[in-house]
């Protein structure tokens, strides 16, 4: 964080252990980058002892994990889920699989 330049704006809507909450909360209130908008956290929901809920909220946007919640988020992952349906009925791995070590099997069933 320090490498980023004072008007950099962090963006995470990904998964909370990307940015060390801790140190974006320091970040912010030393002024080392100029703001932060954070849609995932470590732990969900934020706990109300984290260092975050303390940040200034001008250069801080907290939001519960919903940033796809939209129409478009809806709609692409609809379509991702249905071409991973079609592709595992044409015998096919599904390409963002969890737990690939179950392929195998999966394809040989006993």
Known sequence: LRAMKPTAILINT???EI????AVAR??????IAGAA???FTHEPLPASSP?????PERLILTPHNVSHSEAGRRAN???ALEQ???AGRG???AHCVNPEAIPRWRNPR
Not at 19 to 22: G, I, L, V
Not at 27 to 32: D, M, P
Not at 52 to 56: E, I, N
């Open 38 to 40: 954070l849609d995932a």
């Open 85 to 87: 349906i079609l592709a």
């Open 27 to 32: 970040a912010l209130t030393e002024g080392w």
């Open 14 to 16: 990904a998964r909370g």
């Open 19 to 22: 940015a060390d909450e801790e």
């Open 78 to 80: 609809l379509k991702l």
């Open 52 to 56: 975050l809920r303390a940040v200034d």
């Open 92 to 94: 096919e791995a599904p």
